[in-house]
């Protein structure tokens, strides 16, 4: 890479994470891992949560993005639940385990 790439790759990863701890700051169902700590099912057996975690190569310049759910309970009932409680105006997390 040409001078001065990776530091703007770096800068360029360190918004996109910045950019999603506002955008999932108020959401309790979503975990961030952070950069370079990948989710892990492990982590949300048992929960409606999702993790979220990426890793940056710089030599390649790229970003990669993971996540990990359990998937019947985020990715079937609890996502019924989910929508079912905001539709009707009951607090997003009634019946739902995080």
Known sequence: PAPGQAAD???WTDAIANCL???YAD???VRLTGSGRLPDTKNVNGTNTIEIGW????R???LRVFS???NLVKGASGQ???SFNIRFGFDETA???I
Not at 55 to 58: C, F, L
């Open 27 to 29: 959401e309790p169902f």
């Open 9 to 11: 790759f770096t800068q």
């Open 60 to 62: 390649t310049r790229r």
């Open 68 to 70: 990990a759910e359990d």
């Open 55 to 58: 890793t940056a190569d710089t």
């Open 95 to 97: 019946g739902l385990p």
């Open 80 to 82: 019924a639940v989910q």
């Open 21 to 23: 701890a506002k955008r």
